[in-house]
């Protein structure tokens, strides 16, 4: 199946200004200038000069875990029974028939990381996935999973002062991740140890927590850190140089106020919800100009809604208002899709438009964070979503 004579924005490399995308079996299979050197078929689209991008990626949300017009039956973000609860698999959690993935689908947004939320310093896992094509959550998966969820600041301060237990504080926020980082440690060496041993030993009592924590402290996923305030932001950097694992600071308030440090630190950058009220102290320096004052200082950015804070469908104005902010236009774009990709750990299937890639594309016309305008067309895995 061909998409031809689109001005196609491949976000990796040069644009193509009329060219085509073939896809088959849900991949791309090739792309070029022109029309394909090949007779189309009925099935076959004419973009008719309109243009073509990758799918949207929302970096960081809550799709189908807040449930769309549900209360307590249809909220599983956060087990509120201990802080440090790194075993939560995300794929438990999700309820992918919820309406507001279809709502995110039809406004281009075709690949989500959703999960756990941050009432715990540790949450559980982050996945992506997309957001139209089964009924059943397991064949959605991009990648799960994606991350682990690590939270600091306000929020578990917040849920365990209301119930008179620890954490009430942020160095108590940080003694539970240190804690249980410093258990998994021990039990990966020992681990290790007994693999490596020759000896006929025992090997360490399996420990669900500890066992969630090995792919982080191997260096397989990331932790996605919650965190609002600069120096949550130092210390979420803090614990990942003390146990050498991979990270990312998701939400980053006040990233634009440390853009230059967290460039010497190398970190990489989840910003928003933008679009939201200053609802609780660690918000009152947000600013429509932060994912442009980290770009500016080289920091790797991408955007996110945080649904349901922001609803997942209006990722691509949220990537209009970073551009009021100041984030150049294709920077906005590449923050909701290669950026997106690579941060998260995914641009191996999604984010840019590659031969071997998943067939998600956006067709539209004007600017592609126009919300006055549905997207013309949405491919998810190469099948049409109908609008």
């Given amino acids: 199946m061909f998409i031809y004579n689109a001005k196609i924005k491949t976000m990796a490399g040069a644009d193509i200004e009329n060219g085509y995308v073939e896809f088959r079996d849900g991949k791309i299979t090739s792309l070029g200038r022109d029309a394909p050197d090949m007779p189309l078929t009925a099935e076959d689209i004419d973009a008719g000069g309109l243009t073509l991008c990758p799918g949207f990626i929302d970096a960081h949300s809550h799709l189908g875990v807040f449930e769309n017009g549900l209360g307590f039956e249809g909220t599983d973000a956060n087990e509120i029974t201990d802080p440090s609860m790194p075993h939560l698999r995300a794929i438990d959690m999700i309820n992918p028939r919820d309406f507001s993935f279809t709502e995110a689908a039809r406004a281009g947004v075709t690949c989500a990381v959703t999960g756990v939320g941050s009432a715990n310093p540790l949450g559980g896992e982050l996945l ?59 039990y990966m060496e020992q681990s290790d140890k007994h693999t490596k041993s020759k000896d ?74 933008i679009i939201c009220e200053r609802s609780k102290p660690e918000l009152v320096n947000l600013r429509l100009d932060t994912a442009a004052k980290l770009y500016a200082a080289g920091v790797p950015v991408a955007l996110c809604t945080d649904h349901p804070v922001t609803p997942a469908q209006y990722l691509p104005l949220t990537a209009g208002l970073a551009i009021k902010g100041g984030l150049p236009a294709d920077e906005a774009l590449r923050a909701i899709t290669i950026n997106a990709a690579k941060i998260c750990g995914i641009d191996n299937r999604v984010g840019s438009i590659e031969v071997g890639k998943d067939a998600d594309f956006v067709l539209f016309g004007g600017k592609f964070y126009d919300f006055m305008k549905d997207p013309v067309m949405v491919v998810i895995d190469g099948k049409v979503i109908k609008n």
Avoid: W
């Fill in 128 to 186: 992506a996935m997309k957001t139209l094509g089964s009924k059943q959550i397991d064949r959605l998966i991009v990648k799960s999973p994606v991350a682990l969820k690590l939270a600091l600041g306000e929020n578990p301060k917040t849920c365990y002062h209301d119930r008179d237990e620890t954490p009430t504080t942020r160095m108590a926020v940080a003694a539970v991740i240190r804690e249980q980082l410093y258990k998994a440690k021990r």
């Fill in 200 to 273: 006929d030993g025992d090997p360490p009592e399996y420990d669900i927590k500890n066992e969630a924590l090995l792919p982080l402290l191997r260096g397989e996923i990331n932790a996605h850190i919650h965190c609002h305030r600069a120096d949550d932001i130092f210390t979420a950097i803090r614990l990942a140089k003390e146990f050498s694992f991979g990270y990312v600071i998701v939400h980053a308030t006040e990233g634009g106020i440390i853009a230059d440090e967290l460039k010497e630190e190398n970190a990489s950058c989840i910003v928003g919800p």
